[in-house]
């Protein structure tokens, strides 16, 4: 056996430079030290290991000797094979051996190659296709997915265009009616052309759009695959789409999302569902290639040359340890092919989901009364339930015509709360009240609060005049609804006004625009205003709900299971339904109770 002593190593640049190349942590100097040992051992060759983890004066010393020993190359091999090297080292290694003026039999000769261990290699991409998924839009293959958390699917946001919304300002938001249209499968390795149905298809959330960031109008129109202009870190755009599952996948594990992949080419992977000319599309399909330029600093898009056809698009880039380290986005024919890093885009994943909202179906306490549609209703209801909801969160103006189920509202109001919370609710309707000023509408207020065995401090009497609201009427009034509450949340449900603001005393209105202005000082207090016509003070405006007529959707969703879709051919036919009720003088949300009430019996097939 050779040994070679511990003692101080003589520099070599040669070798100084392959150490620069190693791109493990500092941390990693115990890898690389079994690395070592297990070379230099079957080449007979002992190096003590340092006393000192200093990885850059480890990895000198271990080349060095791996030099002397006649083993450079192995050692090499095998820093690349556990993911501690990349192409930069191969080159480096070349440019030794090119120096040295040698031949030898084998020769590192394409950086961009490397070889791995078959076995791990194998289990990596079976649990890789595990979780990569194909996207459907009203049947049709549309694109590549992957699961990123574990009820969270990333795609490019052009994959599902379809069936997005974009406001002035760019933010995209689901389209009505978006959710019986979409389709997720995963573990789809069958030949569609053999058997149409494959895989396991997943149901999603009703809120499915979790996030989305548009492409460039560059990348729409597919002009330039190096064309990077307007796209910046961490700010995008970068082609997204996060789109949650109801629940997780069956089995599927979740991948390693790499943010800093290597500076140089590589070898990359694609798992994806092409489909070309076939609208039915292909099962799982595996393609390799390299990962060359890097476009901006940091980088915003990647160049690679994996052969991809419609329908890759959303696919996962995966190293050569199936680490995601982008999604492929297009390309142009000859120009090559850009895919989105996951360095910018992994910090919305770590945001916490939003709650998934307890819609009620029925409302027990009022004979089951059923909740047609009142999605974004009973969403406000779900946040303004939070211990720390936002002033902004606890004030409601819902308006609305006949029919939209306004006065609905206060028994929606108090199931739900009663249903999720032990907060107080009081309904008061101010059609009884329009003949109070500022002091008779507050006793009134404050005497609704009271309850048994809770009376108010002494010298709180609500006596003084209307210019007084803001010192005295509404600071008294404040403080009974903290005593009522105590540790709860005081639901205060004001109906009645009329439909105009004109309607409204002006006392009775002071009173109410106070309320709502003391929002911020009173975290105990929800204030729910149905058919206040008035803008909210500034700040609030997010508070406005405009109701409708529930739609045939909303009527084929109430028989339909949280998460998933209604039947095609039962939201097609109640719009019939619904026309023969307007037929006999009923419409919105009368009209569509009744035609509930016949599909339950069975009336329509």
């Not at 149901?203 to 109008?217: A, K, Q």
């Not at 206060?410 to 907060?423: I, P």
């Amino acid at each position: 056996m050779t040994t070679v002593t511990a003692g101080p190593s003589v520099s070599r640049p040669s070798v100084t430079g392959l150490a620069e190349t190693v791109t493990a942590a500092p941390t990693d100097w115990i890898v690389v030290e079994r690395v070592w040992e297990r070379v230099s051992r079957s080449h007979d060759v002992h190096q003590p290991p340092q006393t000192s983890p200093n990885l850059h004066d480890l990895l000198i010393d271990a080349f060095t000797a791996a030099q002397d020993g006649g083993f450079l190359d192995v050692f090499a091999f095998e820093l690349i094979k556990e993911g501690l090297a990349g192409p930069e080292l191969v080159t480096r290694l070349r440019a030794i051996d090119a120096d040295a003026g040698g031949f030898r039999l084998q020769a590192f000769q394409n950086g961009h190659r490397q070889a791995v261990n078959p076995l791990l290699y194998a289990d990596g991409l079976l649990r890789a296709c595990e979780y990569v998924c194909r996207i459907d839009i009203d049947g049709t293959q549309a694109g590549t997915g992957v699961l990123v958390r574990p009820t969270v699917v990333a795609t490019m946001a052009h994959v599902i265009w379809p069936l997005l919304t974009v406001a002035a300002d760019g933010t995209l938001t689901a389209a009505d009616g978006s959710l019986r249209r979409l389709e997720i499968r995963f573990r789809d390795y069958v030949d569609r052309a053999a058997a149409r149905a494959g895989g396991e298809t997943a149901t999603l959330h009703p809120d499915w759009l979790l996030h989305g960031s548009p492409p460039t109008d560059a990348e729409r129109a597919a002009r330039d695959v190096r064309d990077i202009v307007g796209i910046a870190s961490p700010a995008g755009p970068w082609d997204l789409a996060l789109i949650r599952l109801a629940t997780p996948p069956k089995g599927a594990a979740l991948p390693e999302l790499l943010g800093s992949p290597p500076s140089g080419p590589f070898e990359i992977n694609l798992l994806h569902h092409p489909h070309g000319p076939n609208p039915d599309g292909e099962p799982l399909l595996l393609s390799g290639g390299s990962l060359g330029e890097q476009l901006g600093a940091p980088p915003v898009r990647f160049l690679h040359d994996v052969n991809t056809l419609g329908g890759s698009s959303g696919a996962p880039v995966f190293d050569n340890r199936w680490r995601i380290v982008a999604l492929h986005q297009g390309g142009t024919a000859g120009a090559g092919n850009r895919a989105v890093p996951v360095r910018d885009w992994t910090a919305t994943l770590d945001r916490p989901l939003p709650d998934d909202v307890p819609y009620l179906r029925t409302l027990p306490r009022f004979d089951n009364a059923p909740v047609i549609g009142r999605r974004a209703t009973q969403q406000r209801l779900w946040r303004a339930l939070r211990p720390g909801a936002t002033a902004a969160d606890r004030l409601f103006v819902l308006r609305g015509g006949p029919g939209t189920g306004k006065r609905f509202t206060k028994r929606l109001v108090r199931s739900f709360v009663e249903a999720h919370s032990d907060g107080v609710v009081v309904t008061l309707d101010l059609a009884n009240a329009l003949a109070y000023d500022a002091d008779g509408f507050a006793a009134w207020v404050t005497g609704a609060l009271s309850a048994p065995g809770v009376a108010p401090a002494r010298g709180e009497a609500l006596t003084t005049g209307p210019r007084e609201v803001r010192d005295d009427v509404l600071p008294a009034l404040t403080r009974r609804v903290e005593e009522i509450g105590g540790d709860r949340a005081v639901w205060l449900v004001l109906e009645g006004f009329g439909g105009a603001a004109l309607d409204v005393p002006p006392g009775v209105k002071d009173v109410v625009v106070n309320l709502m202005g003391r929002l911020r000082d009173n975290p105990s207090q929800r204030l729910i205003l149905v058919g206040w016509n008035e803008p909210p003070p500034e700040g609030f405006e997010a508070a406005i709900e405009d109701l409708e007529f529930p739609s045939s959707y909303d009527v084929a969703a109430h028989f339909t299971p949280p998460g998933r879709q209604p039947a095609d051919a039962l939201v097609a036919a109640v719009p019939s339904l619904l026309a023969l009720q307007a037929a006999q003088g009923l419409n919105g949300y009368p009209a569509a109770l009744a035609v509930l009430r016949m599909l339950a019996a069975g009336v329509a097939a």
